[in-house]
């Protein structure tokens, strides 16, 4: 007893004085593996994103290949409730019924879900993922997988009319307007921040039950301010879905890092506190605000031909 009260002496002041570990920040777990967008490129970003707040720690699950056999699928099977809160770089293959269950069953109980940019491709089939992210586009979406969402003279509409689901422009640059500053999301932003260059989605489908649009962008498309920014209560969790972040490019930017730490802290939490304050370097609506990160271009790639 006498030789080990020393060393219990030595670890009570080492825990006394550690500055707060990684053990005390909100676990992520990003999932990716399978995209029509450079997912290899872009979770590196994410994960920046997210662990440069000082608020969340991340951890990344890749899913096998496209083509991958049941075996490999088999043994891919993430631990949802070991996280506050999971977020999908994903649009691929189905994923296995009992992952399928897992998630579902997570979000219900509580958990919180973020979908970036083509995770709302994904799973056109799934209909729990479905309510879940409110709307997606393409993968055969229609007016049956549910109403057009977008804003309309302040508020949200849901459009009925007949027509595919999930469209986009050429990338460019283009303000994102908030449609509810009373969100813990959106609280103390800008009223209209100029984005990177990234897709404007449009036109997106979906069951769109319990869900409210937060921030918006006026397509050259449709003409009509679609949703940039959500939220969806599904059962008892929370999902943040953003439309924004097509390319590594499109995320290095202050106004994407803020609104998905935000994003991903109310989804795990409820509010929005560790991630509250607006840098001082925020995007106005005239000019953007890039963020560095070694291994990414710290100028935009030249636009592409039309
Ligand atoms: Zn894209």
Same mark, same amino acid.
């Given at each position: 007893m006498s030789r080990l009260l020393p060393s219990l002496l030595a670890l009570a002041v080492l825990l006394t004085f550690a500055p707060a570990s990684t053990e005390s920040r909100m676990r992520v777990l990003v999932i990716d593996g399978q995209n029509n967008h450079k997912w290899d490129i872009t979770t590196p970003v994410l994960k920046h994103a997210l662990e440069s707040s000082g608020a969340f720690s991340v951890e990344v699950s890749t899913t096998p290949a496209k083509g991958a056999d049941a075996a490999a699928w088999e043994a891919w099977n993430p631990k949802f409730t070991d996280y506050a809160v999971v977020v999908s770089n994903y649009n691929g293959e189905l994923w296995p019924e009992k992952v399928r269950t897992a998630l579902d069953a997570y979000v219900l109980a509580g958990g919180g879900f973020v979908a970036v940019h083509a995770a709302n491709n994904s799973f056109p089939e799934w209909q729990e993922y479905n309510r879940m992210i409110g709307v997606g586009g393409w993968g055969g979406r229609d007016e049956n997988s549910g109403p057009w969402l977008y804003v309309k003279d302040g508020r949200l509409f849901r459009d009925v009319s007949p027509g595919k689901g999930g469209a986009h422009g050429p990338q460019h640059e283009?303000?994102?307007?908030?449609?509810?500053?009373? +969100?813990?999301?959106?609280?103390?932003?800008?009223?209209?921040?100029? +984005?990177?260059r990234d897709e404007l989605y449009s036109r997106l489908r979906g069951p769109a039950e319990n869900v409210e649009i937060l921030a918006a962008a006026r397509s050259d498309l449709t003409a009509e301010l679609e949703p940039s920014l959500m939220v969806i209560q599904h059962g008892k969790g929370r999902v943040f879905h953003t439309t924004l972040g097509h390319a590594d490019y499109s995320m290095l930017c202050r106004g994407f890092y803020l609104t998905l730490q935000r994003g991903a802290e109310w989804a795990a939490t409820g509010d929005v506190k560790l991630t509250a304050a607006v840098p001082a370097d925020f995007p106005t609506e005239d000019k953007t605000s890039p963020v560095a990160l070694e291994g990414h271009p710290k100028q935009l790639p030249p636009e592409p031909k039309k």
């Amino acid at each position: 007893m006498s030789r080990l009260l020393p060393s219990l002496l030595a670890l009570a002041v080492l825990l006394t004085f550690a500055p707060a570990s990684t053990e005390s920040r909100m676990r992520v777990l990003v999932i990716d593996g399978q995209n029509n967008h450079k997912w290899d490129i872009t979770t590196p970003v994410l994960k920046h994103a997210l662990e440069s707040s000082g608020a969340f720690s991340v951890e990344v699950s890749t899913t096998p290949a496209k083509g991958a056999d049941a075996a490999a699928w088999e043994a891919w099977n993430p631990k949802f409730t070991d996280y506050a809160v999971v977020v999908s770089n994903y649009n691929g293959e189905l994923w296995p019924e009992k992952v399928r269950t897992a998630l579902d069953a997570y979000v219900l109980a509580g958990g919180g879900f973020v979908a970036v940019h083509a995770a709302n491709n994904s799973f056109p089939e799934w209909q729990e993922y479905n309510r879940m992210i409110g709307v997606g586009g393409w993968g055969g979406r229609d007016e049956n997988s549910g109403p057009w969402l977008y804003v309309k003279d302040g508020r949200l509409f849901r459009d009925v009319s007949p027509g595919k689901g999930g469209a986009h422009g050429p990338q460019h640059e283009f303000v994102v307007e908030v449609v509810n500053e009373d +969100h813990p999301v959106t609280r103390g932003l800008p009223k209209r921040w100029l +984005h990177t260059r990234d897709e404007l989605y449009s036109r997106l489908r979906g069951p769109a039950e319990n869900v409210e649009i937060l921030a918006a962008a006026r397509s050259d498309l449709t003409a009509e301010l679609e949703p940039s920014l959500m939220v969806i209560q599904h059962g008892k969790g929370r999902v943040f879905h953003t439309t924004l972040g097509h390319a590594d490019y499109s995320m290095l930017c202050r106004g994407f890092y803020l609104t998905l730490q935000r994003g991903a802290e109310w989804a795990a939490t409820g509010d929005v506190k560790l991630t509250a304050a607006v840098p001082a370097d925020f995007p106005t609506e005239d000019k953007t605000s890039p963020v560095a990160l070694e291994g990414h271009p710290k100028q935009l790639p030249p636009e592409p031909k039309k």
